[in-house]
């Protein structure tokens, strides 16, 4: 958290309210090792094997009671996006997170992965580590773009999911509140003007801190709402530009 904080301001306020949320003793159980969440991304398992994790959309209220079951935990939920498939679990009794990463490993891929290949691609928090790691998902600050609100609504439907599963308890269901309650937080203080940095952004203060003053022509190439983004911040970063393009319709996109 320390370290995103620097580059994204915003992150501090989730992870503030990550730990004011465990001194606060609202975890029902003390034992933080009863709560844990496993997850991969596309930077562990890549894209083509990430898909093939992914629990299909129709299918995952169906498949939680029996996922929960075989894993061996009370209490389960399922987010998954197009970068993360990911599972928050909790218990009555303390959880045997490795085991239980195995398990989900060996339960959703094709065929049967080594351990230390299940190990790699599957990651796993616990304790406080999981707490704030949700926290930071459903703010949008383990995004791409830091701070984007799509995550928020696919964390909102994953607990409702969970609940029409019947595999969302009191502890899941307290822990997915109050990483709700930071992400709007969050956001709000995303929306002040200090803190609206994106990725536009960072990508128009790379390039100018490249050319280092110098007269340089500059090609965008991208997808065409980031590129629009870019020609904003272009505008508004006073860049004196030869035989200017208009920036109301983005170039150079493909």
Not at 99 to 108: E, N, P
Not at 151 to 169: E, K, L
Not at 178 to 203: C, I, K, Y
């Amino acid at each position: 958290c320390k370290t995103k904080s620097r580059k994204f301001p915003v992150t501090t306020a989730a992870c503030d309210m990550a730990v004011t949320f465990l001194k606060g003793g609202h975890v029902i159980d003390p034992h933080m090792n009863r709560f844990a969440l496993i997850g991969a991304s596309y930077k562990t398992a890549g894209v083509e094997r990430l898909g093939q994790l992914a629990l299909p959309k129709d299918q995952i209220a169906a498949r939680l009671p029996s996922l929960a079951a075989k894993i061996g935990a009370q209490e389960l939920a399922y987010i998954g996006t197009c970068n993360r498939v990911e599972f928050v679990l909790a218990g009555d009794s303390p959880l045997a997170v490795q085991a239980c990463r195995d398990k989900l490993g060996q339960l959703l891929a094709a065929k049967p992965l080594p351990e230390t290949e299940n190990r790699r691609i599957f990651r796993a928090w616990t304790d406080e580590g999981a707490v704030e790691h949700l926290f930071l998902v459903a703010s949008g600050l383990h995004s791409a773009q830091a701070g984007e609100r799509e995550i928020y609504a696919q964390v909102r439907g994953a607990w409702t999911t969970a609940r029409n599963a019947g595999t969302c308890g009191p502890q899941l269901d307290y822990i997915f509140g109050e990483a709700l309650r930071a992400a709007q937080e969050v956001h709000q203080q995303a929306a002040r003007p200090g803190n609206a940095d994106s990725l536009a952004n960072f990508a128009v203060a790379r390039a100018l801190e490249h050319i280092g003053g110098r007269t340089s022509r500059i090609a965008l190439v991208g997808e065409t709402e980031l590129i629009t983004g870019t020609c904003a911040w272009i505008d508004t970063a006073a860049v004196e530009v030869d035989n200017p393009v208009p920036c109301t319709k983005p170039f150079g996109s493909v």
